[in-house]
């Protein structure tokens, strides 16, 4: 069993900055698979919003957050981390992290191709 847990989230300024974390546990070589965040607004999908392959040298991002938000990981603690900047309104979500079935992929985004899902972390950005 793979447990994730996220952590960070909360409420901040437009312009704000905050910093996810996801820490995994369980059966699992953290390394050897693609980690990945979503998010879900009110009212709409689950949407991708990054992801980071297993050895961490290769990641991809969401049009409307590239150049704001950076994730990284740390396979020796088994974390993966969303620094987010200049945040706006729009940020405003649950965001989930969740592990991929593969160490990368060509198509991070869906997300169909992750296994194991954490119960996410509000963030809320105000003006």
């Known amino acids: 069993q793979v447990q994730l847990v996220e952590s960070g989230g909360g409420l901040v300024q437009a312009g704000g900055s905050l910093r996810l974390s996801c820490a995994a546990s369980g059966r699992i070589f953290i390394s050897s698979y693609a980690m990945g965040w979503f998010r879900q607004a009110p009212g709409k999908e689950r949407e991708f919003v990054a992801a980071?392959?297993?050895?961490?040298?290769?990641?991809s991002y969401a049009d409307s957050v590239r150049g704001r938000f950076t994730i990284s990981r740390d396979n020796a603690k088994s974390t993966v981390h969303l620094q987010m900047n200049t945040l706006k309104l729009e940020d405003t979500a649950v965001y989930y992290c969740?592990?991929?079935?593969?160490?990368?992929?060509?198509?991070?985004?869906?997300?169909?191709?992750?296994?194991?899902w954490g119960q996410g972390t509000q963030v809320t950005v105000s003006s």
């Open positions: 969740a592990v991929h079935r593969s160490s990368w992929t060509s198509s991070p985004a869906v997300d169909i191709s992750y296994d194991y």
């Open positions: 980071i392959s297993g050895s961490g040298f290769s990641a």
